[in-house]
Nanobody, 127 residues
Framework: QVQLVESGGGLVQTGASLRLSCAAS????????VAWFRQGPGKEREFAAA????????KYADSVKGRFTVSRDNAKDTVYLQMNDLKPEDTGIYFC????????????????????WGPGTQVTVSS
């Protein structure tokens, strides 16, 4: 079992950058696949980015590709989401979600692919 806590959100202007962190407590986090989802005002939660166990692969939504980078520091049990060139449409609550999946050829892009999640961190991008 693992607990996830997001941090790093805030209020920024268009074009700015933020780095979100997802800190995990629990054993064997290195073997967890972790994804970032976001939920804008009045919208459903949507996939943004994900990283395989041990960092052996990543996947991005088309809307963030080229601007966001997901990475992990296995020694610190933390997954990061570097967000550059932020746009107002990036506004929302960002959640990290995880699942124990040490070996997989694919990466989950639906929230039901994961069974742990944190409380979220708010990102607001002003125009």
């Amino acid at each position: 079992q693992v607990q996830l806590v997001e941090s790093g959100g805030g209020l920024v202007q268009t074009g700015a950058s933020l780095r979100l962190s997802c800190a995990a407590s629990g054993r064997f986090f290195i073997n967890y696949e972790v994804a970032w989802f976001r939920q804008g005002p009045g919208k459903e939660r949507e996939f943004a980015a994900a990283i395989k166990a041990r960092g052996e692969g990543t996947k991005y939504a088309d809307s963030v590709k080229g601007r966001f980078t997901v990475s992990r520091d296995n020694a610190k049990d933390t997954v990061y989401l570097q967000m550059n060139d932020l746009k107002p449409e990036d506004t929302g609550i960002y959640f990290c979600e995880g699942i124990y999946r040490p070996f997989s050829e694919t990466i989950g892009v639906e929230t039901y692919d994961y069974n742990y999640w944190g409380p979220g961190t708010q990102v607001t991008v002003s125009s």
